[in-house]
């Protein structure tokens, strides 16, 4: 930090042998060169980051685990896969990729934010999307609320990767 208003006194007065009032020279202190990162250095964090925000989007939680946030990527990965799970099991649509208009081209990124969960339910979604109950649609929504919460956890984790406060 800069600390260049305030003086900083190194000794009191006092006297010498001659009974003579002397007193210690007094040192400003001047402003510290701030000390930037070299672009090397910042570049490997940016690229280190990265890494870590695609290894946590394509499964979730992974990306604060390489991070050593153990609580948090437990947390995220059991949360996006209850999600998935109960969105697949309530027979929920999965968006194809290409869809005609807006929300279908927003329900595939949506969808597609849960990694690899994605291409897991996609697998296991059989005999195709139920929405014409009430658990359908809910399914639905359950499945876009996985995406988003993985994808806000991705970001997350290059936010701390790149040591910000997140």
């Not at 870590?52 to 990965?77: D, E, N, Q």
């Amino acid at each position: 930090m800069f600390d260049d208003t305030i003086e900083n006194k190194t000794a009191s007065d006092s006297t010498n042998a001659s009974g003579e009032n002397v007193s210690a020279p007094i040192h400003e202190a001047r402003p510290q060169a701030v000390h930037s990162e070299s672009s090397g250095t910042a570049g490997s964090y940016d690229f280190r980051a990265i890494i870590i925000a695609v290894t946590g989007w394509i499964l979730p939680g992974f990306g604060h685990a390489l991070l050593k946030m153990w609580g948090r990527a437990v947390t995220i990965f059991l949360a996006v896969g209850f999600l998935v799970y109960l969105g697949a099991g309530m027979r929920g649509n999965l968006f194809p990729p290409g869809g005609d208009d807006a929300f279908a081209r927003l329900g595939y990124a949506a969808d597609l934010g849960t990694g690899s969960f994605y291409f897991i339910a996609r697998s296991l979604e059989g005999s195709g999307a139920d929405v014409s109950r009430a658990d359908g649609d809910y399914g639905t929504r359950f499945l876009a609320t996985a995406g988003v919460l993985n994808l806000l956890a991705a970001l997350h984790a290059y936010e701390a990767a790149r040591r910000r406060k997140a």
